[in-house]
C-alpha cells in the first residue's frame, strides 16, 4: 500500500449542505449504467460506505452495477505483507453479498472488483492473485497499481505516493505478466505526463486488456494551472498513441478531483449538468474520436468526485455528452464497455 501524501495534496471534502443547493431532474432515467468506477471507505474526511452508495444509487439514475475499485480499505492487519490487500477484496465482496441478501432490485453493487496487488514483487505475486481470486467470490476482476507520480509537488493530485518509472521497472513488468497468464484487468492510474510509459508497457503486454482512469490525468494545477490548451494538445496526442493499441480502453471521468483544476467546490453553488458538460466536453469527444465508443466507458469516480458534483447531476452530464452518439454507442458508453472489459 502507498504511502499517504500530505494534507496540502488531500482531495477536497464533500459537503453535502451545499450539494443539496441544487437539483435536477434525472434525464432518460431507464438507460441502464454500468458505473465503472467507486470507491468505498471510512476515513477522517468522511465516511463512504454501503448506505451512502444506496443513497446515491437511488437518486433516479437505473444504475444496474457498479465497479470497486481499491483505495486502500479494509486491508488484513495480520498475516504475510502481501496478502494484506486481500482483505479489501473480502470486503467489497462482502458488500456486494450484503447488498444482494437485502433484496435490492435494479443494481448489482461490486458486481466487479479492482483490488490491489504490489506489481514490484514480481513473479511472486501470483499467490496475492490467486489469493485475492479466491477472495472474490466470482467479483474479482483485476487490480490496479497507480503510478501518478511528478517531479513536482504542486502537480499531484493523487495521494498515492509510487516511485517514479513504476510502470518501466523490470520486477513491476514480471508481476504485470502475472495478470494476463490469469485472464485478469489491469487498471492505471497516472498522469498525462506519463502517457508514455503506459504506451510502452501496453505494447509490451498486447494480450492484457488494460484501462485507463480517469481519462489519462490531464494536469490542471500547480505548473499546469494557466496551461490548459498546450496540455490538452499534449495529452490529446498522447491519446491518440494509446488508442493504436487495442489492449487499451479508457474511463471518461474522474473531474470531480482537484488534478483537473476546475475548481467547482469552490463556488457558492454546486455546478448544473450543463456547466459540467462544457467544461468536460472537448476530453470526453477527444477520447471517443480516438478509442471509440467500444473503448470507452463512464465512471464516477465517488466519492471522490462528490465533493464537486452530486450522483445525479454527474450522470445527467454524461447523458448531455452523449446525446448526439447513436443508441449502440451511448450503450457502450453507459454499460456495455464496462460489463465487456471487466466480464460482468
Not at 73 to 85: F, I, Q
Not at 89 to 102: D, K, L, S
Not at 165 to 180: I, V
Amino acid at each position: 500500500m502507498q504511502d499517504t501524501p500530505s494534507k496540502q495534496y488531500a482531495h477536497p471534502v464533500v459537503r453535502q449542505e451545499w450539494l443539496d443547493l441544487h437539483t435536477e431532474p434525472i434525464l432518460e432515467p431507464e438507460l441502464p449504467i454500468v458505473d465503472a468506477h467507486h470507491h468505498l471507505w471510512s476515513r477522517a474526511h468522511g465516511t463512504y460506505e454501503l448506505p451512502e452508495l444506496r443513497q446515491d444509487l437511488g437518486s433516479g439514475h437505473n444504475v444496474v452495477a457498479t465497479i470497486y475499485i481499491e483505495c486502500g480499505s479494509r486491508y488484513r492487519t495480520d498475516g504475510p505483507e502481501a496478502l494484506r490487500p486481500v482483505g479489501e477484496t473480502e470486503f467489497a465482496a462482502g458488500v456486494a453479498a450484503e447488498h444482494a441478501q437485502a433484496g435490492r432490485q435494479g443494481s448489482r453493487v461490486c458486481a466487479g472488483i479492482i483490488g490491489y496487488a504490489d506489481l514490484l514483487q514480481g513473479g511472486d505475486v501470483g499467490h496475492a492473485l490467486d489469493a485475492h481470486i479466491a477472495a472474490g467470490k466470482g467479483h474479482f476482476k483485476g487490480i490496479r497499481n497507480i503510478s501518478a507520480w511528478h517531479a513536482d509537488p504542486a502537480a499531484r493530485g493523487s495521494l498515492a505516493m509510487p516511485p517514479p518509472d513504476l510502470l518501466l521497472d523490470r520486477s513491476f513488468q514480471e508481476g504485470f505478466a502475472c495478470l494476463g497468464q490469469r485472464g485478469l484487468v489491469f487498471d492505471a492510474w497516472l498522469y498525462h505526463t506519463q502517457l508514455q510509459d503506459l504506451f510502452q508497457l501496453a505494447s509490451a503486454f498486447p494480450e492484457t486488456t488494460i484501462v485507463l482512469n480517469h481519462i489519462g490525468g490531464p494536469i490542471g494545477i500547480g505548473p499546469y494551472e494557466n496551461r490548459r490548451q498546450e496540455v490538452f494538445a499534449e495529452w490529446r496526442a498522447g491519446m491518440r498513441k494509446l488508442a493504436a493499441l487495442p489492449n487499451m480502453h479508457m474511463k471518461l471521468g474522474g473531474f470531480g478531483m482537484r488534478l483537473f483544476g476546475f475548481g467547482f467546490h469552490e463556488r457558492a453553488t454546486p455546478p448544473d449538468s450543463n456547466q459540467l458538460a462544457r467544461s468536460w466536453r472537448p476530453y470526453v469527444e477527444a477520447v471517443i474520436e480516438a478509442f471509440g465508443a467500444d473503448r470507452c466507458m463512464f465512471e464516477s469516480n465517488f466519492p471522490v468526485d462528490k465533493a464537486m458534483h452530486s450522483y445525479a447531476t454527474t450522470w445527467n452530464a454524461f447523458k448531455r455528452l452523449s446525446a448526439n452518439y447513436c443508441q449502440a454507442e451511448k450503450t457502450a458508453l453507459f454499460s456495455g464497455t464496462a460489463s465487456r472489459v471487466y466480464k460482468l
